[in-house]
């Protein structure tokens, strides 16, 4: 996985909180501390959008779908 540099806008507040993270030593640099928090974000839009997708599904469909092409008998199932 390559890097790239790029350069960002902030605000001011916010950089001096990202500062403070790097003096109390929670990151070692800015641009980890700003990688880290981009990461984490992209990583909660992802599940929110999962959970978005999941909460449009039908249980009693779903569950009609399954009972329509799932043996019902256990023998016929695959033994893992």
Do not use: C, H
Not at 50 to 58: G, I, T, V, Y
Not at 65 to 79: G, I, K
């Amino acid at each position: 996985m390559g890097k790239s540099t790029i350069t960002i806008t902030m605000d001011d507040a916010l950089l001096k909180t990202v500062d403070r993270l790097v003096e109390k030593s929670v990151y070692p640099d800015r641009s980890l501390a700003i990688q880290q928090a981009v990461r984490e974000k992209f990583r909660r839009a992802d599940k929110d959008l999962l959970e978005r997708e999941l909460a449009k599904m039908d249980p009693e469909y779903e569950q009609r779908m399954a009972n329509e092409f799932l043996p019902r008998d256990l023998s016929e199932w695959p033994e893992y």
